[in-house]
Each structure stands twice: as structure tokens, then as C-alpha cells.
């Protein structure tokens, strides 16, 4: 067993630094399609389910597999020659992210509900894709036989999202915050401007990282006599390769566990921001709590995650992670009992964020060891998007679900926590089998 100053100095190579900045590039648009749209929407008179449905956009996450392929051969003119291949692509990404931003800037919801949907559509589209070019350059970092790199990118990735989603979603809600109490009804507006200096800063320090020249790609000719060949080289024999290599009954099992894993943590964090709310907090408030005090316990408790997954094992961790996630959810259910408490909303805050951490960072391990690196960003975004579907368009339905138990906020969050246990009993039915 390595020694733990052996274990910790790969993160200390230039390689994570890269991968962080691409994390936060990667979390950022959660912000703006979860935490700002969701508010906004509230704070215009919009019902708990109208606002889960709206959480339907999400849904391109676990859809963008299918463009995949094109991420991985598709040249962009200029773009890919000047700035490498997986670069251009983000950032092309992030100027229709910002453009996104700046259309929302100049209409209201009760007014331009189904244009501001559709705006949010184009930024969940443009976030999925760039996450494409992100996950394969973080994989490319390490061979697959360095399982303690992996390990530590996956840790510094998923340091670099919450980064993205909680240091915007303080600048987000404190902003609205203050520009309301000015006086500006067009608060959120505002705040969407100002949110857009985030893109150009992202952006500019993008430009600035080296990407290794192995990560450039043939073009695609897709002219009507290569349509088939390429949906075969591109789509279907990426997927085929994942069943061929694990069998057909475990690539099913792995693909349900995927699915599964993380659904219950989907429902309590989609309509939380809506919790939160409707039981006294303020902006400011959950600015602080929620996104404040969750970044800085989120980034320590994403390292040691990432250490003890390395330590301990990807199977160990799953299970642990999968039986804190869950229960972490029944604070929660406290919460809504007691009403508005601060001292609970930080410990819930706490836990939560301890185990989310967690498992995200043995969550995507995991999916990276069971990758073929033929076929690598394609692979990732098939697994990923499995997991997202579970997290997405399920979690849609957590608004009418509230609504459904008549706002009874603490049975919401008991059967979220519910949701872990099949995931859980597949991943033992299947323990002896894992690659891992």
C-alpha cells in the first residue's frame, strides 16, 4: 500500500490544475439552467411542478452520447487549428452559453416563458457538449493503468464543478439579491449580465492551458456514401465494444446500476433551492449556507473522498457513498418539521455536501475504469448520460411530486431516500463481476 504523501502528490501535478479549470467550466452552466432559472421562475408566480417540468432541459444531458462522435472526429475551421481540438469545442460552447445569458437578460418569464425555456434549452445543449470535450480531456490526462491519477482527476473535476456551481451560485443569488433590495425589478436581468463576465474569464484562461496534440482528429467527410460507415465506426461500435468487453448481462447491470445510483439525490436537489425558500430563507441566505459554506466543505470532503477511493477501493466506496447519500436526505426531512433554522441548515448543508462529494468523485472513477480508450469520449457520455437520465428527466417530476403530497416537504425528502436502495442491491448482485 502506498504511503500517504506518495497517494497525495498527484495532486500536485500541472495536469490537475487543467483538469480544475475545465470542472469549473463544466459547472457553471448548472447554475444558470438549475439555481437561477428555478428562482427566477418562483419569484414570477410559477408552481412547483411548472419549475420540475422545466428541469426537463436537463435532458440533453443524457442525450449527448449521440453527438459524441461528431466531438470526437468533427474539426471546427479556425477554431480546432488555433486552439487545439478539445478547446475549440468548449470553446465555441461557451460563446453561445454567453449568448444565452445576454437573451435572457432582456425578456420575463410571465411574459416569454416558452422563449426563456428554449434559451435554456440552448445552453443545456451547448453545456452537454462541451462536457463531451471536457470528460475526454481529463481522461486523456492518465493512462489507464495510473488508477491513483484517475482517481485524483476525478476528484480534481468534480472540485472544479461544485467550484463552477457554488462560487456561481454565490455570485448569482447575492447579485439578484442586492440589485432587488436597489430597487431594480429586473433583478435577475441584471444579475444574467453580470454572470456573463464569468464565461469571458472562464474563456480567456481556457485559451491560455496547452492541450497535447494527441488529442487532435481526422475530419469527418459525411457525404451521402459514408453515412453508414460512420454511424457504425462512430456510434455503434463504441457501444458494442462496452458490451463485448463486459458480456451482455453484466454491461446491463452496469448500465442499471449507473442509472440508478443517483436518483434519489437528483429529486432532494432539484426542487431544494424551492425548499429553501418556501420555508424563510433568503436569497442571501441560501448564498451563504447552501452555496458559501457547501463549496469550501464540498472541495475537502471531494479530496478525502478522492483518497479514500484510492485507498479503499471503487466497490467500498460506491456502497458507502450510495448509504450516505441517501440518509444525509432525511435532514432534510428535519428541516421541514422544524421550519426555518439556520444551525440545521448549515448541518444539513454539511452532511449533504460530505456525502455528494463522495460519491460523485467513486461515481466517476468508476465510469472512467470501465471505459474503452478507442472509443473514449464516446464511451464516457454513453455511461454519463445514463446516469444523467436518471438524474434528469426523472427528477422533472419532483415538483408534481411535492405538489402530488400536497407540499409535504418531509415525506418528499423520506422517499428520496428511499430511492438509493435498488442501486445498492445491484451493485452487490454484481460485486464479484465489477473491473475494478
Not at 480546432?80 to 437578460?105: A, D, E, M, N, Y
Not at 459554506?293 to 484510492?310: K, Q, S
Request: proline share 2%; aromatic share 14%; net charge positive.
Amino acid at each position: 500500500m502506498k504511503p500517504w504523501a506518495q497517494t497525495l502528490a498527484v495532486y500536485r501535478e500541472n495536469r490537475m490544475a487543467k483538469i480544475f479549470l475545465f470542472g469549473v467550466i463544466s459547472g457553471f452552466p448548472w447554475v444558470l439552467i438549475g439555481t437561477c432559472l428555478s428562482l427566477w421562475l418562483k419569484e414570477n408566480g410559477l408552481s412547483r411542478s411548472t419549475i420540475g417540468w422545466a428541469g426537463l432541459i436537463f435532458g440533453v444531458y443524457a442525450l449527448n452520447f449521440l453527438w459524441a462522435p461528431l466531438i470526437d472526429k468533427l474539426k471546427i475551421p479556425y477554431f480546432t487549428k488555433t486552439f487545439g481540438h478539445r478547446k475549440s469545442w468548449v470553446l465555441l460552447c461557451q460563446i453561445i452559453i454567453f449568448l444565452g445569458l445576454f437573451s435572457w437578460s432582456f425578456i420575463t418569464p410571465t411574459e416569454n416563458l416558452f422563449f426563456i425555456i428554449v434559451v435554456g434549452l440552448f445552453i443545456a445543449i451547448s453545456s452537454a457538449t462541451q462536457d463531451i470535450a471536457i470528460d475526454a480531456f481529463r481522461i486523456e490526462q492518465a493512462k489507464r493503468s495510473e488508477e491513483a491519477a484517475m482517481a485524483a482527476g476525478a476528484a480534481m473535476a468534480v472540485i472544479g464543478w461544485w467550484t463552477g456551481f457554488k462560487v456561481g451560485g454565490i455570485l448569482s443569488l447575492y447579485s439578484a439579491e442586492l440589485f432587488q433590495r436597489a430597487g431594480f425589478e429586473n433583478y435577475w436581468q441584471l444579475t444574467f449580465l453580470l454572470l456573463s463576465l464569468i464565461i469571458i474569464i472562464c474563456s480567456s484562461c481556457l485559451i491560455m492551458i496547452d492541450e497535447p496534440i494527441k488529442s487532435e482528429s481526422k475530419t469527418i467527410n459525411v457525404d451521402a456514401n459514408s453515412h453508414l460507415i460512420w454511424l457504425s465506426e462512430c456510434i455503434l461500435d463504441p457501444i458494442l465494444s462496452f458490451f463485448k468487453k463486459n458480456g451482455w448481462g453484466l454491461a446491463l447491470a452496469l448500465i442499471s446500476f449507473i442509472f440508478l445510483f443517483k436518483i434519489g439525490e437528483a429529486f432532494m436537489g432539484r426542487m431544494s433551492i424551492i425548499f429553501y425558500k418556501e420555508i424563510g430563507f433568503s436569497k442571501t441566505d441560501i448564498a451563504l449556507y447552501s452555496k458559501g459554506v457547501g463549496w469550501i466543505t464540498t472541495i475537502a470532503f471531494t479530496l478525502i473522498g478522492g483518497v479514500f477511493t484510492i485507498k479503499a477501493g471503487i466497490f467500498k466506496a460506491l456502497v458507502l457513498s450510495g448509504i450516505a447519500m441517501a440518509t444525509t436526505n432525511l435532514f432534510f426531512s428535519l428541516m421541514a418539521w422544524v421550519e426555518r433554522s439556520e444551525l440545521l441548515f448549515v448541518f444539513a448543508v454539511l452532511l449533504d455536501d460530505l456525502a455528494t462529494a463522495f460519491a460523485t468523485v467513486t461515481f466517476v472513477a468508476f465510469i472512467s475504469i470501465l471505459i474503452d480508450r478507442n472509443y473514449t469520449a464516446t464511451q464516457y457520455a454513453l455511461l454519463a448520460s445514463v446516469g444523467t437520465a436518471g438524474r434528469t428527466l426523472l427528477a422533472s417530476s419532483s415538483g408534481a411530486m411535492v405538489d402530488w403530497l400536497n407540499g409535504d416537504w418531509a415525506l418528499f425528502f423520506i422517499l428520496t431516500t428511499m430511492m438509493v436502495i435498488p442501486s445498492l442491491i445491484l451493485l452487490f448482485l454484481i460485486k464479484n463481476r465489477l473491473p475494478v
